[in-house]
């Protein structure tokens, strides 16, 4: 999900916060702080989608919920974004080097490329 996009100063600017329509049969359980608004009714669903088709929002075709905090993010934009973040925080990029192996510090994170 996007949500934790929006907590992030570099980021919160780079999504289309959209929304999104989801109908389940199965029990909507939330995690992580997400949110969700439904079951909804149809006049709901029009209103947040005009186009939407959902010609059943009874439950024997499963419930309708809208969750606010979805969108999408042009990749390529997320990508310089957070190239350029890592450069001036000091990372370095090299190109055309084949990588044989990661480097990892203690806690197992990885912290460079063995080239």
Same mark, same amino acid.
């Given at each position: 999900?996007? %949500? +934790?996009?929006?907590?992030? =100063? !570099?980021?919160?600017?780079? =999504?289309?916060?959209?929304? /999104?329509?989801?109908? /389940? ?6 995690? +992580? &702080?997400?949110? #969700?608004? &439904? =079951? !909804? ?10 186009? #939407? ?6 439950? /024997?075709? +499963?419930? @309708? ?7 999408? @993010?042009? =990749? ?9 973040? #890592?450069?001036?925080? +000091? ?6 080097? %084949? @990588? @044989?192996?990661? *480097? ?8 460079? *490329?063995?080239?």
């Amino acid at each position: 999900g996007l %949500r +934790g996009w929006r907590s992030d =100063p !570099l980021l919160a600017s780079l =999504p289309s916060w959209t929304g /999104t329509l989801v109908r /389940t049969k199965e029990k909507l359980e939330l995690s +992580g &702080g997400y949110t #969700a608004e &439904g =079951p !909804l009714t149809t006049e709901r669903i029009q209103e947040l989608e005009p186009e #939407a088709n959902f010609t059943n929002t009874d439950n /024997t075709h +499963g419930s @309708v919920y809208y969750f606010a905090d979805e969108g999408h @993010v042009n =990749p390529h934009e997320a990508v310089l974004a957070l190239r350029q973040e #890592a450069a001036d925080n +000091g990372v370095s990029f090299v190109t055309d080097e %084949r @990588v @044989v192996g990661l *480097v990892r510090n203690k806690d197992n994170r990885v912290v460079g *490329v063995k080239t």
